[in-house]
């Protein structure tokens, strides 16, 4: 699948709305699946949450993608690369209309800041995405990703692909939070 992904912006603000209700305990999660053109569709995802203990903490689970397996039950392979920073994960849930294979390329989180990933082949090749981690005032660590691809169409509905696009994100923070 080609991308049009380049011209999207890959890090908005979070709104004061969402914050509140992160740091009040909710995880929140938003996807939002259109069809720009004629056998073409566009993802813009969002889903944020705060660990209730500090970031150097939350990050022995989220830094480890290769132990991915041991946290996330629909995560049934993970690997990763440090020589290339590539991801490989295989995942499968009854919210998936098949098994899906994800291949992106993340540096490995290790402190607090920006990471931007990209998924440079496979299903939606050309994603652009940041995970952002910060310390707040309190000591706790909120966790922010944002991700935005345009492609072709991918074969599924508008409904199914942001169905599966937001719920799995919730799952996966509640798995590693």
């Known amino acids: 699948m080609t991308s049009d992904s380049s011209d999207l912006n ?7 709305k969402n ?3 992160i740091k009040e305990g909710d995880i929140v999660s938003s996807a939002e699946v259109t069809s720009p053109a004629e056998n073409r569709q566009k993802l813009e995802l969002y889903t944020g949450g705060l660990h ?5 903490f939350a990050m022995r689970k989220l830094s480890r993608y ?3 397996t041991k946290y996330m039950d629909f995560v049934k392979q993970s690997t990763y690369d440090e020589s290339t920073n590539n991801i490989f ?8 209309p098949i098994s899906m294979v994800l291949r992106f390329k993340i540096p490995r989180i290790k402190d607090v800041g920006s990471y931007p990933f990209t998924f440079e082949e496979g299903f939606l090749k050309g994603l652009v995405g ?9 000591g706790q660590c909120l966790f922010w990703l944002t991700a935005n691809w345009q492609g072709e169409h991918t074969g599924f509905s508008n409904t199914i692909f942001e169905i599966f696009s937001k719920v799995l994100p919730q799952i996966a ?3 590693l939070f």
């Open 10 to 16: 890959t890090r908005p603000s979070i709104t004061e």
């Open 19 to 21: 914050l509140k209700k």
């Open 52 to 56: 209730q203990k500090n970031c150097k």
């Open 66 to 68: 290769e132990s991915y």
């Open 89 to 96: 994960l295989l995942l499968e849930h009854s919210l998936l």
């Open 130 to 138: 940041n995970i952002n981690l910060s310390e707040e005032k309190n």
């Open 173 to 175: 923070m509640r798995s």
